[in-house]
Nanobody, 114 residues
Framework: QVPFVESGGGLVQPGGSLRLSCAAS????????MGWYRQAPGQQRELVATIISSERINYVDSVKGRFIISRDNAKNMVYLQMNSLKPEDTAVYYC????????WGQGTQVTVSS
């Protein structure tokens, strides 16, 4: 069973917004630190945001002030609101625990281009 299913990606113009969703399986979801990761072509996977609770959130510098991570433990969901998107945000986006399980979902493609 794939533990995470990502959705919400697409093609957007620079300056636009997207909201990614991640459905997680497992009874212990609420105790895990969750993260959104991304992998651009030819590059290593990068952790961009993590959340334990609304008071314990971290972002990589390149997305601070533009991305917002949130979670709904009652629904086993994690979200990533992405605003002011830039071409360099183009990547496949994944969610996983932080640190991650060995098994990854299929990810969701985000393409920022005019």
């Amino acid at each position: 069973q794939v533990p995470f299913v990502e959705s919400g990606g697409g093609l957007v113009q620079p300056g636009g917004s997207l909201r990614l969703s991640c459905a997680a399986s497992g009874r212990l979801f609420s105790i895990y630190q969750m993260g959104w990761y991304r992998q651009a072509p030819g590059q290593q996977r990068e952790l961009v945001a993590t959340i334990i609770s609304s008071e314990r959130i971290n972002y990589v510098d390149s997305v601070k002030g533009r991305f917002i991570i949130s979670r709904d433990n009652a629904k086993n969901m994690v979200y990533l609101q992405m605003n002011s998107l830039k071409p360099e945000d183009t990547a496949v986006y994944y969610c996983n625990k932080s640190p991650p399980y060995a098994t990854w979902g299929q990810g969701t493609q985000v393409t920022v281009s005019s």
